[in-house]
């Protein structure tokens, strides 16, 4: 069975930086790809970005490019998205999920979810 668990929310100040983790299981990294996605109150759950395990692709948000860093953890399963310049329009609810190939189909949830961290970005 594949579980998602996210952590690493909180609340932050405009320009702050905040590392979310996202640790999973019942599948191997190497021969996936795991993504990030958020909702904030009122709008669609949008994709922020992926990374596969087994070629490197890497896809970021155009509202997130050159501000959000995605990595695979030393410990196997695990993915970080390090927030950095981060702004008020970042404040949702973060998840992370399994997702498609992301050379054939972007960034694109698969499958199992986590439970979400919510990240709050306010002066």
């Known amino acids: 069975q594949v579980q998602l668990v996210e952590s690493g929310g909180g609340s932050v100040q405009p320009g702050g930086s905040l590392r979310l983790s996202c640790a999973a299981s019942?599948?191997?990294?190497?021969?996936?790809?795991i993504g990030w996605f958020r909702q904030a109150p009122g709008t669609e759950r949008e994709g922020v970005s992926c990374i596969s395990g087994e070629d490197g692709s890497i896809y970021y948000a155009d509202s997130v490019k050159g501000r959000f860093t995605i990595s695979r953890g030393s410990a196997k399963n695990t993915v970080y998205l390090q927030m950095d310049s981060l702004k008020p329009e970042d404040t949702a609810e973060y998840y992370c999920?399994?997702?498609?190939?992301?050379?054939?189909?972007?960034?694109?949830?698969?499958?199992?979810w986590g439970q979400g961290t919510l990240v709050t970005v306010s002066s």
């Open positions: 999920a399994r997702v498609h190939p992301i050379v054939l189909f972007g960034c694109r949830p698969l499958d199992a």
């Open positions: 019942g599948f191997d990294l190497d021969y996936g790809a």
